[in-house]
């Protein structure tokens, strides 16, 4: 198939694993920001081809990892109501909250359905005008500006039986505090190619300067990450620490500028709370106030929902790449897919769920 098959070749795999090899002197630690990146360096072993000197570290990148308990908590309080259809993208449906998940409000009749597109959820409003309408959008960049589109449309609409739980995170404020942090150890970037398909690079440069930090935008398959960690280890090696773009079939400086201006219409840089780690300053988009009256927060009066993370769980140390998943007591025992404890354990791009699934030899 084209652009899979041609970046799984095998042989190209080896000889830029064998370059890594050769170029690399010296240990490094390199942070993958995109949980789907993760998934595809367990998934094809990745990390087993790399020389010892590499460390890979597991970043924040996986949106429904990063989508704080208390969020998801709001979720299962407004799908639970006899009036509201709550529409999601699936893999939000199996995450718990403080008791549940949203399967199983809909396994005591709550109406929760999955969508795949938020204008689907448009659509149901206009079909269904006696029920609210509720559309669960979480998401970094890459989702974003269909989320948005969607607050245009039902605006356009006259839709008053719309309205959207917003849980938005941006990749550069992470990157921000995963550096400045005194207890970092990241010492360079694979940038998640879908976010900057949408917003560009052009953010990053900044961040490069700033914290001495090389940065690659890099792709999914398993030639882009290995092309992503050989340009990211030249930088290393040589002593550079500029942005650099390994996935140019889908990325531009500029990104898609649509795409964000529907984003800069309808969201504003917010204060937002990230799984496991905390609030980080200007890190969320929240609505504009233009577009309040879309909001589930208020239109549910459920702000003030506030949740307990389970004490064994240290998945905020591992999204900032200071632990790895088996490094966790509870990881394979406590906490397992079937029974997952925090967040990383859920999703398929979370770090836990990737290393449970890939390596279960790692499993004391
Ligand atoms: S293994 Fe489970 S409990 Fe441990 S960090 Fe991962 S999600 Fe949290």
Redesign the pocket.
Known sequence: MKYIDEYRDADLVKKTAAEIGRTITQPWTIMEICGGQTHAIMHFGIDQLLPPEIELVHGPGCPVCVTPLEQIDKALAIASRPDVIFTSYGDMLRVPGSGRDLFSVRATGGDVRVVYSPLDAVKIAQDNPDKQIVFFAIGFETTAPANAMSVVQAKALGLSNYSVLVSHVRVPPAMHAILGSPTNRVQSFLAAGHVNAVMGYWEYPSIAEKYRTPIVVTGFEPLDILQGILMTVRQLEEGRATVENAYPRAVTFEGNKPAQAVINQVFRDCDRKWR?IGTIPASGWCLAPEFVAFNAEERFDVQQIQSEE?P????G??LQGLHK?DE?????K??TPEH???????SNE???AAY?RYRRDLMA
């Open positions: 496991g389970s064994l769980c240290i998945s140390l591992i998943p966790c007591p509870a990881f394979g406590e906490c997952p404890l925090g967040a990383t354990m859920v979370g770090a836990c449970y």
